[in-house]
């Protein structure tokens, strides 16, 4: 069974960078075909897809957060991982990872998905 787990900071101060891991246990993140995302949720607000990155190490980005995304990978501790930049409190929100077979660009929808992790809460403030 395939399992994903978010971990990182709970608090970031503005302007910082913000570095959250999702870990991922069942499944090797170079297993062609899979895709490994980076969603979040502000509140009140729908999911945002932020980026993804596939088995190769090739990666895509949603155009709103594009200039300030980076999604990275170790295979050797099977994680990969979101950078996010400049973060303001607009960037508060839960952010999850997400497995899929196949890309699936721009969508937040968790059916859409053949795995998601439990979610990680992220508030950025002073």
């Known amino acids: 069974q395939v399992q994903l787990q978010e971990s990182g900071p709970g608090l970031v101060k503005p302007s910082q960078t913000l570095s959250l891991t999702c870990t991922v246990s069942?499944?090797?993140?170079?297993?062609?075909?899979?895709?490994w995302t980076w969603i979040r949720q502000p509140p009140g607000k729908g999911r945002e897809w932020m980026g993804a990155i596939d088995s190769s190490g090739s990666t895509w980005y949603g155009p709103s957060l594009k200039s300030r995304t980076s999604i990275s990978r170790d295979t050797s501790k099977n994680h990969f991982t979101l950078q996010l930049s400049s973060v303001t409190p607009e960037d508060t929100a839960v952010y999850y990872c997400a497995a899929s077979r196949g890309l699936r660009v721009g969508i937040g929808d968790r059916n859409a998905y053949d795995y998601w992790g439990q979610g990680t809460q992220v508030i950025v403030s002073s």
């Open positions: 069942g499944e090797s993140i170079t297993t062609n075909y899979f895709y």
